[in-house]
């Protein structure tokens, strides 16, 4: 098992002192620490598996995330390959060795997220003073590599999307193809909510009966359905727990009030 190294001046640090939550210090803790993160400080992005060892909620350890991501800009999370990447990683854990260069370059390969290799060749540039090259990507120009930003690089994780729903949502009709409009609704979802609130939304529609069939109708959610941000927050907040299926009376005002509005 492998040691870490935790300078004691963590507790002196001002942002910590002046904003973190005991639940902050203990997340804290957990992410320089944890047995998951390799030496470049790359850890798989998992909210469960970090539920599961610290045990606190998943909602919990979203919360969590989001808050180290953007509001303390202590992580870096790519959900498009679901990798975290702790940025001051190499405050504890780097030394400037031959023997330790040679581990991180070998380590470089196993991070499929392109930008997080290009934050940590240039951290590796900058604090070890050493030019290193991405095994699989030698011959490239990594001198170029300058002014990183993570709003710099950003793609729109489709796939991401796609693959947690047909993962989660099991009772419900499977998505088969990534459509143009189904890209123009994952975008315009990006702009009000996350990737993880729609992970959460599919997690409590699959287990929502009236969600997956269990009404009058044997009416079903679909990825269409859980993608628009309104019916996502009703989803979570658990509006549709509550929804009873109607009788015939209820019904057919219901038809007919959605025949007016012209949606049938």
Same mark, same amino acid.
């Given at each position: 098992?492998?040691?870490?190294? !935790?300078?004691?001046?963590?507790?002196?640090?001002?942002? !910590?002192?002046?904003?973190?939550?005991?639940e902050d210090k203990y997340f804290w803790l957990?992410?320089?620490?944890?047995?998951?993160?390799?030496?470049?400080?790359?850890?798989?992005?998992?909210?469960?598996?970090?539920?599961?060892?610290?045990?606190?909620?998943?909602?919990?350890?979203?919360?969590?995330?989001?808050?180290? &991501?953007?509001?303390?800009?202590? #992580?870096?999370?790519?959900?498009?390959?679901?990798?975290?990447?702790?940025?001051?990683?190499?405050?504890?854990?780097?030394?400037?060795? &031959?023997?330790?260069?040679?581990?991180? &370059?070998?380590?470089?390969?196993?991070?499929?997220?392109?930008?997080?290799?290009?934050?940590?060749?240039?951290?590796?540039?900058?604090?070890?003073?050493?030019?290193?090259?991405?095994?699989?990507?030698?011959?490239?120009?990594?001198?170029? #590599?300058?002014? !990183?930003?993570?709003?710099?690089?950003?793609?729109?994780?489709? &796939?991401? $999307?796609?693959?947690?729903?047909?993962?989660?949502?099991?009772?419900?009709?499977?998505?088969?193809?990534?459509?143009?409009?189904?890209?123009?609704?994952?975008?315009?979802?990006?702009?009000?909510?996350?990737?993880?609130?729609?992970?959460?939304?599919?997690?409590?529609?699959?287990?929502?009966?009236?969600?997956?069939?269990?009404?009058?109708?044997?009416?079903?959610?679909?990825?269409?359905?859980?993608?628009?941000?309104?019916?996502?927050?009703?989803?979570?907040?658990?509006?549709?727990?509550?929804?009873?299926?109607?009788?015939?009376?209820?019904? $057919?005002?219901?038809?007919?009030?959605?025949?007016?509005?012209?949606? #049938?």
């Amino acid at each position: 098992m492998p040691k870490r190294m !935790i300078d004691t001046g963590l507790w002196n640090d001002d942002d !910590i002192i002046a904003d973190f939550t005991a639940e902050d210090k203990y997340f804290w803790l957990y992410l320089l620490t944890n047995p998951h993160n390799n030496i470049c400080g790359v850890l798989k992005y998992s909210p469960a598996l970090m539920a599961r060892d610290i045990g606190l909620h998943k909602d919990t350890i979203i919360n969590l995330l989001y808050r180290f &991501e953007k509001v303390y800009n202590r #992580i870096y999370v790519d959900r498009e390959t679901s990798e975290i990447l702790i940025l001051n990683w190499s405050k504890y854990n780097w030394t400037k060795s &031959e023997d330790f260069l040679k581990t991180i &370059e070998k380590k470089l390969v196993e991070v499929n997220s392109n930008y997080i290799v290009k934050l940590l060749i240039f951290k590796i540039n900058e604090k070890l003073g050493k030019t290193v090259l991405r095994p699989s990507q030698e011959g490239t120009n990594t001198n170029t #590599i300058t002014n !990183i930003t993570p709003n710099s690089y950003s793609q729109t994780p489709y &796939e991401s $999307f796609i693959d947690t729903y047909n993962t989660l949502c099991f009772n419900l009709p499977s998505v088969y193809k990534l459509t143009d409009k189904r890209k123009k609704a994952i975008s315009a979802f990006l702009k009000q909510m996350t990737l993880e609130e729609f992970e959460n939304a599919c997690e409590r529609a699959n287990n929502t009966p009236f969600l997956i069939g269990k009404n009058d109708r044997g009416w079903k959610a679909d990825f269409d359905f859980i993608i628009k941000p309104d019916n996502t927050a009703k989803i979570i907040e658990g509006k549709y727990h509550s929804e009873e299926p109607k009788n015939d009376t209820e019904r $057919f005002y219901e038809e007919l009030q959605r025949f007016r509005e012209g949606a #049938i």
